[in-house]
């Protein structure tokens, strides 16, 4: 079986169509028909070739260095190494100008120029007056005024929500505007949800500790974390990787 044959093959098993591979791999969508016909003459040159051929093996769990190896067996091995020496040398040799002794007559006028330079402004800026800075007692606000200095001011509370940190359960509403591949864990790895949310359709998932999410479009879907709406993840077409309920929220 080709290679093109076999990522075709291979993203028709993990159920995505090339929109969704392309969504996720940043890889344009009539490149990957393309390679999936074995037509490589489109990626710009081998180099090029094995770097689409390594991430599109690598987002449908193929072995990307065994992928790539089968590619260069069928186009002529790996590329040989370019001597260094081969790329730098010149054509034409590089004519280097004997230097000159320095023209000492020259350099002792312009340090005497600079001397008397010197001696001229050090006088002229001796008669005047040095400028003092005038310096105010800071006031302090009415509201600081009336308070004790051992009384402390008031605080405020964080806002776990606008960080994707909450306490107890977790809730996440996913509501579809267009059509999005996604993939749902839990924070201990197991998969929730992998797979397509369609336009319009909204999905609820709820984990204990908290939950990991990929997102195809960032800004294909909306969301909700326990009842508080976040808006959408991330911009249009955007890979997005988002975590809910932990210490932190990452994103890609």
Known sequence: MSIGSSLAQARRSAGLTVT????????????????????????????????HVRNIAKALGL??????????????????PVR???????????KIR??????????????????VVFGVVKTMGGQGETPTADVRPAVPSPSEAGRRPDTPGP?????????????GPVVLKISAKRSSWLDVKDVG?????????????????????GMKVTFS???????????KNLGTPGRRGQV?????GMSESTSG
């Open 240 to 244: 997005v990787n988002r975590s809910y």
């Open 189 to 209: 790895g197991k998969k929730l949800f992998s797979g397509t949310l369609e336009a319009g359709k909204t999905s609820v998932w709820r984990a204990e500790k």
């Open 155 to 167: 605080t405020r509370k964080p806002n776990s929500l606008a960080a994707g940190t909450v306490s």
């Open 217 to 227: 479009d960032g800004g294909a879907v909306s969301l909700q974390l326990n009842g």
């Open 20 to 51: 969704e591979l392309s969504a996720h791999t940043r890889v344009r969508e009539a490149l990957i028909h393309a390679i999936e016909r074995d037509d490589f003459s489109q990626c710009g040159g081998d180099f090029y070739a094995r770097g």
């Open 98 to 115: 004997e230097s000159r002794s320095p023209n000492w007559t020259m350099a002792m006028g312009v340090a005497l120029a600079i001397v």
């Open 63 to 80: 072995d990307p260095e065994a992928v790539v190896h089968e590619y260069d067996e069928e186009h002529g091995g790996v590329p040989q």
């Open 84 to 94: 260094a020496a081969s790329v730098f040398q010149a054509e034409t040799p590089i």
